[in-house]
């Protein structure tokens, strides 16, 4: 267990639909990073946050957004969703960008 | 851009053979070099790790050296288990500027028959 907490652990939803992924960092952890696992592309980067603050984006597209609230749980919200966002969506957290990233089990978001 | 590349699956393994994934990076600058397992079901588990050059992560039998020289960071065991079956991914995290995320290979799969 990595102690890092994702929900839902698995959505179907249909397209042009919206989502919301919840994450909880491992406790103590500041920093929280979003990414998409899919066949077709692997393992990306979408984006980071640091104590509230955005601090690196990746291939997030816009139709994607998240945020890091005050308690630094985070949220990744998928709006007019296409079959294509099809994925595993992984949170990870670390204490700063200078220690181990640990990843949650992922959100399987299946989209019909 | 920064990049990994690892070396395609899948790759199937009797039990107690030796295992060697190749991993090799483009890097403008020093990054740290990771490799990660995903087991099937599971989220992605931090396997080893290194953060300099001639650097050895290991853990759980796996290993991996760091060399600047040939920019690899080859994971290696030298008897595996059917537990050891997995997807196993190497990556890497670059610090410069204002970026810490991890840059993924495309992963490896590794079946281990009895």
């Known amino acids: ?112 | 851009g920064d990049s990994v590349t690892q070396m395609e699956g899948p790759v199937t393994l009797s039990e107690e053979a030796f295992l060697t994934i190749n991993c090799t990076y483009t890097a403008t600058g020093y990054p740290s070099l990771f490799w990660y397992v995903q087991y099937p079901g599971e989220g992605l588990q931090l396997l080893l790790k290194a953060t300099k050059a001639d650097d050895k992560g290991s853990n759980k039998g796996f290993e991996a050296t760091y060399r600047k020289e040939t920019t690899s960071f080859h994971l290696e065991k030298g008897s595996v288990q059917v537990s050891d079956s997995a997807v196993y991914f190497c990556a890497l995290e670059y610090y410069g500027g204002s970026q810490g995320n991890l840059i993924f290979g495309k992963g490896t799969k590794l079946s281990v028959k009895p």
């Open chain 1, 1 to 112: 267990d990595s102690g890092v907490t994702q929900t839902p652990k698995h959505l179907i939803t249909a397209t042009g639909q919206r989502v919301t992924l919840r994450c909880s960092p491992r406790s103590g952890d500041l920093s929280v990073y979003w990414y998409q696992q899919s066949l077709d592309q692997g393992l990306q980067f979408l984006i980071q946050y640091y104590n509230g603050e955005e601090r690196a984006k990746g291939n997030i597209l816009e139709r994607f957004s998240a945020q890091q609230f005050p308690d630094l749980h985070s949220e990744l919200n998928l709006s007019s969703l296409e079959l294509g966002d099809s994925a595993l969506y992984f949170c990870a957290s670390s204490l700063n960008r200078e220690n181990t990233i640990y990843f949650g089990e992922g959100s399987w978001l299946t989209v019909v």
